[in-house]
């Protein structure tokens, strides 16, 4: 190609960023090219909330206008803000490698509790301009306020620096991509397997005139191929809904361990609990329009759950099945007893790392009152771990939340973390002791069983559609005398559990993850007719 290539960008930081890394990827091959800035309809009209704007694409409407008129080649787009059907004689000819998705709330440091969930005080003010994180971060935080925020990154973190929100939530990329100082602030990093990120966020397309083939041509060779099959997911999803990208949907796929993983939220406004659907799939095809078949408003869903753990009412699972009139039996089936009443302090001073694996672990250790070094590193298992830590005034510098919930996953990263130092493990007696097995020599296990487990007698039988078991003791306890009625499912919430289901010869389901949100997502992700 002997022309040289006009880039139409806008002109904030990040937008000049994202077409100066497509310029750059294209004089990698030999194209050069040059920037037009051009402002659009979302730059000017500040005043208004993102939802209340007219028609859609008002980030994207006057560059794609400039490419229709052939006053540039090229336009580059954050992809998560295009509207999923281009314009007539418009395509999307190449996109970028995936940034990572999370989000990050970005919380004052005035406004920090550590004993709350994302770190952030009770009723703060968080300003963001999207219902979807809206939607998502009220199931987890309900007693949370939301103010709109608009402007370029830096006007966003200017205005909580001048103390006119609590926090703000940013989308990691953009962040990352222009190496904002934000030290001054606490920074909690949410995965996208928390709170589900737009689809195709942290991807840049380029797009072009349908008719320009020769440059179509040359753009395959900076086109990630691999992040335009897994987007095309999410995108198909947003499409099937006829939704925006501002509609408080959210949805994720990503291919690991040789599969496709995809997590999908949709709320009805900023304000409904929303819904969630997780799905493992061998391939991408069809794999849209089994999400979307999931959240059909007439789909048939259990009508009573039983649980084995006493349920908060205010808890995320309980209001997740609460707004499907679900009924919830909910009652734990064994009685914890602490087996210990002193920790040895100088055990505690060995200890580099403390890993804990249930939230039972995780209160009877601190019942014991452990006076830790400033260097004592803490490790948990997953989520529901890291709330129960935060009750006392800590937050995990380990969690295996976005490694799944096979244990052996989790253990093999922990392991190589802390490979040649000294990790203590208070456990319940008798438990799998997964981790211990996938240390290696070079580090010294401290191994400290705490508490014992002890079944109830003579448990009632529930006829629930749904029956959740968290715990190998409580499916020893339920199954002294019950048995599982036809087509009743059951939920397991981690591999031992599953292991004691399994020695019964009794199919079960596994979440995601190992606490409310994944078992949410594995109770509606059942089929039930």
């Known amino acids: 190609m002997n022309r040289k290539l006009i880039i139409g960008t806008r002109g904030s930081q990040l937008a000049l960023w994202q077409a100066n890394f497509v310029k750059d990827r294209l004089a990698e091959i030999g194209i050069e090219a040059e920037l037009k800035i051009i402002k659009t309809q979302g730059d000017i009209i500040q005043h208004l909330r993102l939802d209340k704007l007219e028609g859609k694409g008002f980030f994207t409407k006057e560059l794609e206008e400039e490419l229709l008129n052939s006053q540039i080649d090229l336009a580059v787009h954050s992809y998560k803000d295009l509207p999923t059907v281009n314009p007539p004689g418009l395509l999307i000819a190449a996109v970028s490698e995936r940034e990572d998705a999370s989000e990050l709330l970005i919380i004052h440091k005035d406004c920090v509790d550590l004993k709350k969930r994302l770190s952030l005080k009770h009723n703060a003010s968080v300003g963001t301009s999207s219902n979807r994180r809206k939607a998502q971060l009220l199931s987890l935080r309900p007693d949370l306020e939301f103010t709109d925020l608009r402007g370029n990154l830096q006007t966003r973190i200017q205005k909580l620096r001048d103390e006119k929100y609590d926090a703000i939530v940013l989308a990691k990329a953009g962040v990352a991509r222009i190496e904002m100082d934000l030290s001054d602030f606490h920074i909690e990093e949410i995965s996208p397997v928390e709170i589900i990120p737009a689809p195709a966020q942290g991807v840049l397309a380029i797009q072009i005139r349908e008719t320009d083939q020769d440059l179509f041509d040359i753009l395959q060779k900076i086109n990630n191929k691999e992040v335009a099959e897994i987007i095309a997911v999410e995108r198909k999803v947003l499409n099937l809904f006829d939704a925006g990208c501002h509609a408080p949907l ?139 830590l935060r009750k006392y005034d800590r937050i995990a510098d380990f969690s295996g939340d976005n490694l799944g919930i096979k244990t052996e996953n989790i253990a093999k990263a922990f392991a190589k973390l802390v490979d040649g130092q000294t990790v203590l493990i208070p456990r319940a007696e008798g438990s799998l002791q997964t981790i211990q097995k996938e240390i290696t020599e070079n580090t010294k296990v401290i191994d400290v069983p705490i508490y014992e487990t002890v079944l109830a007698e003579n448990v009632n039988k529930s006829n629930a559609d749904v029956l959740i078991f968290t715990s190998p003791s409580n499916v020893d306890a339920y199954f002294q005398e019950n048995l599982v009625d036809p087509g009743q499912k059951i939920i397991c919430i981690g591999y031992s559990t599953a292991a004691a289901i399994e020695k019964m010869g009794l199919k079960y389901t596994l979440p995601y993850t190992p606490d409310e949100i994944g078992l949410a997502e594995a109770v509606f992700g059942l089929d039930y007719e």
């Open 250 to 388: 959210g949805c994720y796929c990503r291919q690991h361990d040789g599969k496709y993983e995809t997590w999908t939220s949709i709320a009805d406004d900023n304000e409904d609990f929303p819904d969630r659907f997780f799905v493992q799939s061998d391939t991408t095809e069809g794999l849209a329009e089994l999400i979307f078949s999931k959240f059909k408003k007439d789909r048939k869903l259990p009508s009573s759950v039983f649980i084995t753990r006493d349920l908060d009412e205010n808890s995320y699972l309980a209001r997740a099945l609460k707004k499907h009139n679900i009924s919830i039996d909910d009652r734990s089936l064994i009685k914890i007893y602490p087996t210990i009443n002193k920790l040895d302090s100088f055990i505690l001073k060995r200890a580099d790392w403390i890993f804990f694996n249930s939230k039972n672990a995780i209160d009877h250790f601190f019942k014991l009152e452990p006076i830790l070094l400033k260097k004592t590193k803490i490790a948990v298992l997953g989520r529901g771990s890291e709330d129960a």
